[in-house]
Protein backbone atom coordinates (compact mmCIF):
# COMPACT_ATOMS: atom_id res chain seq x y z
CA UNK A 1 0.00 0.00 0.00
CA UNK A 2 1.07 3.27 -0.75
CA UNK A 3 -0.46 6.70 0.90
CA UNK A 4 0.21 9.96 -1.01
CA UNK A 5 -0.42 13.57 0.56
CA UNK A 6 -0.22 16.56 -1.94
CA UNK A 7 0.22 19.77 -0.51
CA UNK A 8 1.19 23.25 -2.03
CA UNK A 9 -1.78 24.29 -3.80
CA UNK A 10 -3.45 27.93 -3.51
CA UNK A 11 -4.55 30.76 -5.11
CA UNK A 12 -2.08 32.56 -7.44
CA UNK A 13 -2.23 35.44 -10.06
CA UNK A 14 -1.46 34.76 -14.02
CA UNK A 15 2.21 34.67 -14.38
CA UNK A 16 2.97 33.44 -11.17
CA UNK A 17 4.42 30.36 -9.53
CA UNK A 18 3.63 27.74 -7.21
CA UNK A 19 5.43 24.47 -6.14
CA UNK A 20 3.12 20.93 -5.05
CA UNK A 21 4.51 18.41 -3.49
CA UNK A 22 4.07 14.85 -2.79
CA UNK A 23 5.12 12.99 0.03
CA UNK A 24 4.96 9.52 -0.31
CA UNK A 25 4.41 6.64 2.47
CA UNK A 26 4.37 2.72 2.67
CA UNK A 27 7.14 1.24 0.21
CA UNK A 28 10.58 2.24 -1.13
CA UNK A 29 9.57 5.23 -3.20
CA UNK A 30 13.10 5.30 -5.17
CA UNK A 31 11.04 2.23 -7.07
CA UNK A 32 8.27 4.24 -8.20
CA UNK A 33 6.92 6.56 -11.03
CA UNK A 34 5.22 8.94 -9.99
CA UNK A 35 2.86 11.04 -12.27
CA UNK A 36 0.83 14.71 -11.27
CA UNK A 37 -3.11 14.96 -12.72
CA UNK A 38 -5.09 17.28 -12.45
CA UNK A 39 -9.06 17.39 -12.21
CA UNK A 40 -11.52 20.43 -13.40
CA UNK A 41 -15.81 19.69 -13.08
CA UNK A 42 -16.94 18.59 -16.00
CA UNK A 43 -13.66 17.38 -18.16
CA UNK A 44 -11.80 14.17 -17.92
CA UNK A 45 -8.86 13.71 -15.43
CA UNK A 46 -6.06 14.95 -17.75
CA UNK A 47 -2.37 13.84 -17.75
CA UNK A 48 -0.05 17.02 -16.44
CA UNK A 49 3.67 15.40 -15.94
CA UNK A 50 5.32 11.66 -14.72
CA UNK A 51 8.96 11.09 -13.72
CA UNK A 52 10.90 7.66 -13.63
CA UNK A 53 11.79 5.89 -10.24
CA UNK A 54 15.38 6.96 -11.08
CA UNK A 55 14.37 10.22 -12.11
CA UNK A 56 15.88 9.75 -15.63
CA UNK A 57 12.72 10.50 -17.25
CA UNK A 58 10.16 13.21 -17.65
CA UNK A 59 6.60 13.16 -19.34
CA UNK A 60 4.65 16.41 -19.50
CA UNK A 61 1.55 17.35 -21.62
CA UNK A 62 1.76 19.63 -24.28
CA UNK A 63 -0.33 22.29 -22.53
CA UNK A 64 2.24 22.73 -19.93
CA UNK A 65 5.79 22.29 -21.58
CA UNK A 66 8.34 24.52 -20.64
CA UNK A 67 6.00 26.26 -17.62
CA UNK A 68 6.10 23.21 -15.67
CA UNK A 69 8.68 20.69 -14.19
CA UNK A 70 8.37 17.47 -12.23
CA UNK A 71 11.64 16.36 -10.28
CA UNK A 72 11.95 14.37 -7.07
CA UNK A 73 14.19 13.11 -3.78
CA UNK A 74 13.82 10.36 -3.24
CA UNK A 75 15.38 10.55 0.44
CA UNK A 76 12.74 12.74 1.33
CA UNK A 77 10.14 10.27 -0.72
CA UNK A 78 8.70 13.55 -1.99
CA UNK A 79 7.93 14.38 -5.55
CA UNK A 80 7.46 17.94 -6.89
CA UNK A 81 5.61 20.06 -9.67
CA UNK A 82 6.71 23.51 -10.02
CA UNK A 83 4.94 25.51 -11.91
CA UNK A 84 5.32 28.70 -13.25
CA UNK A 85 3.98 31.39 -15.61
CA UNK A 86 0.49 29.80 -14.70
CA UNK A 87 -2.33 30.62 -16.59
CA UNK A 88 -6.39 30.39 -15.51
CA UNK A 89 -6.50 27.59 -17.60
CA UNK A 90 -4.41 25.77 -15.32
CA UNK A 91 -6.67 25.94 -12.31
CA UNK A 92 -7.91 22.76 -11.27
CA UNK A 93 -7.37 20.38 -8.03
CA UNK A 94 -4.25 18.57 -8.63
CA UNK A 95 -3.58 15.33 -7.64
CA UNK A 96 -0.13 12.65 -7.92
CA UNK A 97 -0.39 9.51 -8.35
CA UNK A 98 1.98 5.66 -8.15
CA UNK A 99 1.07 2.70 -10.30
CA UNK A 100 0.64 -0.27 -8.37
CA UNK A 101 4.00 -2.10 -9.24
CA UNK A 102 7.77 -0.94 -9.28
CA UNK A 103 10.07 0.53 -12.18
CA UNK A 104 6.98 0.86 -14.50
CA UNK A 105 7.39 2.74 -17.40
CA UNK A 106 5.43 6.46 -16.93
CA UNK A 107 2.38 6.76 -18.59
CA UNK A 108 -0.29 9.04 -18.94
CA UNK A 109 -3.30 7.16 -18.72
CA UNK A 110 -5.00 7.40 -15.23
CA UNK A 111 -5.86 3.72 -15.54
CA UNK A 112 -2.25 3.32 -14.93
CA UNK A 113 -1.92 4.27 -11.56
CA UNK A 114 -3.40 2.71 -8.67
CA UNK A 115 -2.69 5.24 -5.67
CA UNK A 116 -3.66 8.90 -5.42
CA UNK A 117 -3.17 11.38 -2.95
CA UNK A 118 -6.85 13.28 -1.99
CA UNK A 119 -5.71 16.54 -3.97
CA UNK A 120 -4.80 20.20 -3.66
CA UNK A 121 -6.68 23.03 -5.59
CA UNK A 122 -4.38 25.47 -7.33
CA UNK A 123 -6.36 28.61 -8.82
CA UNK A 124 -5.29 31.16 -11.18
CA UNK A 125 -7.04 34.51 -11.24
CA UNK A 126 -6.52 36.14 -14.54
Known amino acids: QVQLVESGGGLVQAGGSLRLSCVAS????????MGWFRHTPGKEREFVSAISWAAGSTYYADSVKGRFTIFRDNAKNTVYLQMDSLKPEDTAVYYCAAPHGTFVVPSPLPSSYRYWGQGTQVTVSS
Open 26 to 33: GRTFSSYT
